[in-house]
């Protein structure tokens, strides 16, 4: 089955810097999507991006599909961009959705 | 967000008992999913529901097993529950099979 890479593992940040999360696939991938965990474990979908860019607020999401690997940027971060970011999804026809293990990001403020 | 609701939150089992979790959503989506999450491992897919009474196994789906038997319900059951079945299990639901799911709060599940 597919694999799905997420760098780094742990980010820490001040408050107000920027960052880039990476996420690659083994294979070519469809329905790519974007979590976020807050510390209270509620899980939130931030983008469904099979390809392209989309922007919402100060979060941004790039998928490049022929080449295996999608970037969410985040500007400006705040304390509360804190937690748990998942990229995941799937392959061919499956409807099965793969997680990557994530990147665990701390704002101090 | 899918009005997406999980009960119990949190339960404390033994061994061996049987143990039910619900999840309740009222947005009408056809696609119902259960996952665990464990340290380590991110989240891993149990068993999932492409319609009322049609489900799927998952990755981990061994000991576990799962019934819908109308749109907005679906149950997952440990039969017999073990201690390597302590984990935060998560429902999902979505319009479409692989589309954007959204997830519910959650439920802590601890087996002594």
């Known amino acids: 089955g597919i694999q799905v890479e997420q760098s780094p593992p742990d980010l820490i940040l001040q408050e107000g810097a920027n960052s880039t999360l990476r996420c690659n696939f083994s294979?070519?991938?469809?329905?790519l999507q974007w979590f976020h965990q807050n510390p209270w474990g509620q899980l939130i979908n931030l983008f469904y991006?099979?390809?392209g860019t989309k922007q919402n607020g100060r979060l941004s999401a790039t998928t490049v599909a022929t080449e295996r690997y999608s970037l969410l940027y985040i500007s400006s971060s705040q304390t509360t961009d804190s937690g748990v970011y998942f990229c995941?999804?799937?392959?061919?026809?499956?409807?099965?959705?793969?997680f990557g293990k994530g990147t665990k990001l701390t704002v101090n403020p | 967000d899918a009005g997406i609701t999980q009960s119990p939150r949190h339960k404390v089992t033994e061994t061996g008992t049987p143990v039910t979790l619900r999840c309740h959503q009222t947005e009408n989506h056809r696609y119902m999913y259960w996952y665990r999450q464990d340290p380590g491992h991110g989240l891993r897919l149990i068993h999932y529901s492409y319609g009322v009474k049609d489900t799927d196994k998952g990755e981990v789906s061994d000991g576990y097993s799962v019934s819908r038997s109308k749109t907005e319900d679906f149950l997952l059951t440990l039969e017999s529950a073990t201690s390597s079945q302590t984990s935060v299990y998560f429902c999902a639901t979505s319009l479409a099979g692989a589309s954007e799911q959204f997830f519910g709060p959650g439920t802590r599940l601890t087996v002594l």
């Open positions: 991006i099979p390809s």
């Open positions: 995941a999804t799937t392959q061919g026809g499956s409807e099965k959705l793969v």
């Open positions: 294979d070519s991938v469809n329905n």
